[in-house]
């Protein structure tokens, strides 16, 4: 949300409803965030912008996502472990910026 915020377009007021709920800790499903006029998006969906217009799209469905059958539990755990430690370095911030992914 901080490059959304970063533009000065942006509005900015708090939604004290919201804050509220959020720090006396009732989670909802939703679109609302803090701020009055920001909006979360729903779970693997973008928003695209275009000389058309504003629209969401969907770029993930777990319905497409292949089936895995593995041999034993031992072999689950390991292919987890695998993807789960691919996710963690991708997602990691090297100290330093010269410093290859």
Not at 59 to 71: F, I, M, N, T
């Amino acid at each position: 949300m901080g490059g959304l915020l970063a533009l000065p377009e942006v509005p900015r007021e708090i939604d004290e409803i919201r804050l509220t709920q959020l720090l006396a800790i009732w989670w909802e499903e939703g679109a609302r965030t803090i701020f009055r006029e920001v909006f979360r998006l729903p779970p693997a969906h973008c928003l695209v912008a275009g000389p058309e217009g504003v629209r969401l799209r969907r770029y993930w469905r777990l319905e497409d996502a292949p089936q895995v059958r593995l041999g034993s539990d031992g072999e689950y755990v390991e292919a987890f472990l695998d993807i789960y430690g691919e996710a963690v370095r991708r997602g990691s911030v090297p100290r330093d910026p010269s410093e290859p992914p």
